[in-house]
């Protein structure tokens, strides 16, 4: 289906309802080799379902899914129930399902890589939300994933956790080369941590670069002016532009175009 080699996953045309209530309607989204892409909405919007079909988890009534041959998918779960009566060190939960070939070896690397390597012996239901956060993400990396797929990565976060947990994701999409698929209902700094965004609300409404998706009518319809004029968009140095579709320009000087600031209260992702 998909025209391009590097792309991962993609899905188009996807119907799928419950019960007699469409939860999509002609929905879809693709991921590429080292890209971050996340899909945002309201509640309700069919954001995990999507991906949840993406996945192979679902079967929609209509669409086209693809998944390149023998990808490895690292997935961390929008929740993690833990039952108090019983107690599971980090160490214990790290090597469910992990084969005997260098267990030990890769689960210490996993935690360290994620900045997790002090809460080893620690029982899980002692951590705090950014902890939890990234013991779920080291074991999703024990898989060696193509593809890393993030449902509410942030979620019982403080703010200063979410744009550290996010800077964490854009350092192992870095160094991995992996595509990062995200799903977020919260636009706080999400936007300055995302290559392109598909705004879902059981269809997609619009989708792109950060930048074009922001002030696209669509997107200021569904959250509103207020928020699309305030909401973060992203921060980094430009030795491009942007044309009216996000798309990258490259600028005739080969000049810097400066900084574009991604702030909401003050919090900046640099």
């Not at 600028?251 to 992702?269: C, F, I, N, Y």
Request: glycine fraction near 12%.
């Amino acid at each position: 289906m998909p025209s391009n080699s590097d792309i991962l996953i993609e899905a188009k045309g996807v119907d799928l309802s419950f019960g007699g209530g469409a939860v999509l309607n002609g929905a879809g989204a693709a991921v590429r080799d080292a890209e971050i892409v996340t899909i945002i909405g309201p509640n309700g919007a069919g954001k995990t379902s999507l991906v949840r079909v993406m996945l192979g988890l679902l079967q929609p009534q209509k669409g086209k899914i693809y998944r390149q041959p023998g990808l490895r998918i690292g997935y961390v779960p929008q929740q993690l129930s833990l039952d108090p009566a019983l107690p599971m060190t980090v160490w214990r939960f790290m090597a469910l399902g992990v084969t005997r070939g260098g267990r030990g070896e890769r689960r210490r690397a996993a935690l360290e890589e994620v900045g997790a390597g002090s809460v080893i012996d620690r029982p899980l239901q002692e951590l705090s939300g950014g902890e939890l956060q990234r013991v779920l993400l080291a074991r999703a990396l024990l898989r060696q994933p193509r593809l890393l797929v993030l449902d509410e990565p942030v979620q019982g976060v403080d703010v200063t956790g979410q744009a550290e947990l996010y800077r964490l994701i854009g350092r192992i999409r870095d160094a991995r080369g992996c595509g990062v698929l995200m799903i977020s209902h919260d636009l706080h700094l999400v936007m300055a941590a995302t290559d392109h965004v598909v705004c879902l609300n059981q269809h997609v409404c619009c989708a792109g670069h950060p930048e074009s998706v922001t002030r696209d009518p669509a997107y200021i319809e569904m959250f509103g002016e207020q928020v699309a004029k305030t909401m973060a968009v992203y921060h980094h140095h430009h030795d491009h532009a942007h044309d009216a579709d996000g798309n990258i320009v490259p600028l005739a000087d080969g000049g810097a175009q400066g900084e574009e600031t991604a702030q909401e209260d003050g919090v900046k992702l640099q």
